[in-house]
C-alpha cells in the first residue's frame, strides 16, 4: 500500500501539475521529491502522534541508513553509480551540515518545538537554494536532474479528473498501509519483547524506503546514475531535516537510548563515508563497494537482531 500509495500519488500529482502549466523544474523539486519521501512523513507522523516514539525516529534513522547502504548497495550492482553533477556535491554539504545539527539536537535524548523550527527552516532554506540554482543552471541551457526526473515518470493521466482521483487514491493507501504498518510493528515489538524503535529501524525503514529504492535501481538500469544518487541524498535531507523538523514542531520526540547511542552514529558513519566518495571520486559506488555497502548493512541488521552489547537475541 506503501509503495503503490506514493507511486500513485506521484503520478497524479505530475499529471495535475502539468495541466495547471507547471515547469518541469518546479515539479521535479516538489511533487517528485516530497512524493518519494511521503511514506516516511505519513508513517513518522503517525506513529509519533499515535505515542510510538521510537518508530518514528527508528523509521527516519534507518531509513537513511538503508538508502544509503541498501539502495546505493543494490543500484552500484546494477550499475557503477558516477557522479557528473556539482550540485549534488552542494547537496552533499547540506546533508553533511544537517546530519551533524540533527546529532547535537537529539544528543539530549529529545527534539522538540524549537529544534524542529531550527531543522525546518534550514530544511526550507535549502528547498529555496536548490531553486535558484536550478533556474541559473536552466538559463545557461543545462541539462536538470529535476526535469530529468519528471521525464522518467511514464502512464501519466491526461485528463484532469483522473488525475485529482489517482491523487485522493494515492493518500488514501499511503493512510491506510501507515496505520496498518504501525500496528503491525507495536504488534511484533510486544509479542517478541523488543523496543518499537529495532522495528521502525529494520521494517519501517526498508518498508519506508521502497520508492527510492524501485527509483534508483530503475535510475541504475537506465544509466541515469545522478538520478540514483539525486534520489538518495535528497531523500535522506528531506528525513534527517524536512521529515523530523515537521514531526518535532507537532510533537516533541523523546529519542531512545539505544538511537542515541548507536544507531544515529552508525547513520552518520554511513553518511560521511557516502560523501567521501561522493566529493572525491568520481565513481561514488562501483560493484565491489556496492558489495561491501550491502555486506555493511547485513551486519548493521544481524547486531540489530542479536542486540548491540551482547549476542543474545533481542
Not at 552500484?76 to 540533527?102: E, H, N, W
Not at 547513520?267 to 561522493?278: C, G, V
Amino acid at each position: 500500500m506503501l509503495l503503490g500509495g506514493a507511486e500513485t500519488l506521484v503520478r497524479g500529482a505530475v499529471a495535475l501539475a502539468e495541466r495547471l502549466g507547471i515547469s518541469k523544474l518546479v515539479i521535479g523539486m516538489t511533487v517528485i521529491a516530497f512524493g518519494t519521501s511521503m511514506p516516511e512523513l505519513i508513517v513518522s507522523l503517525n506513529a509519533s502522534l499515535s505515542g510510538s516514539q521510537g518508530l518514528a525516529v527508528g523509521n527516519l534513522v534507518g531509513s537513511n541508513i538503508a538508502n544509503i547502504l541498501l539502495i546505493l548497495g543494490v543500484s552500484g550492482l546494477i550499475a557503477p553509480i558516477i557522479s557528473g553533477s556539482g550540485g549534488l556535491k552542494r547537496d552533499g554539504l547540506i546533508l553533511a551540515l544537517g546530519t551533524c545539527a540533527f546529532l547535537i539536537m537529539a544528543a539530549n535524548g529529545i527534539l522538540g518545538l524549537y529544534e524542529g523550527l531550527l531543522l525546518l527552516i534550514y530544511f526550507v532554506g535549502f528547498l529555496f537554494y536548490s531553486y535558484i540554482r536550478e533556474m541559473r543552471a536552466l538559463s545557461q541551457n543545462k541539462a536538470s536532474r529535476h526535469e530529468d526526473e519528471v521525464d522518467e515518470i511514464t502512464a501519466i493521466p491526461q485528463t484532469l479528473w483522473v488525475s485529482i482521483l489517482l491523487i485522493l487514491i494515492g493518500f488514501s493507501f499511503l493512510m491506510g498501509g501507515s496505520e496498518l504498518l504501525i500496528k503491525g510493528g507495536v504488534s511484533i515489538a510486544r509479542s517478541v519483547g523488543v523496543n518499537e524503535a529495532v522495528i521502525g529501524l529494520t521494517i519501517f525503514a526498508v518498508g519506508t524506503s521502497l520508492p527510492e529504492l524501485a527509483a534508483s535501481a530503475m535510475a541504475a538500469f537506465r544509466k541515469h546514475t545522478d538520478l540514483a544518487l539525486g534520489n538518495v541524498v535528497g531523500s535522506n535531507i528531506f528525513n534527517i531535516i524536512g521529515i523530523i523538523g515537521v514531526v518535532g514542531i507537532l510533537n516533541p520526540l523523546h529519542i531512545p537510548s539505544r538511537v542515541v547511542n548507536f544507531d544515529m552514529w552508525v547513520m552518520a558513519a554511513a553518511t560521511f563515508m557516502f560523501l567521501y566518495f561522493l566529493f572525491f571520486n568520481r565513481i561514488v559506488v562501483g560493484r565491489v563497494r556496492a558489495g561491501l555497502y550491502l555486506a555493511g548493512y547485513l551486519a548493521y541488521i544481524t547486531v540489530i537482531a542479536y542486540g548491540i552489547d551482547s549476542l543474545t537475541p533481542f
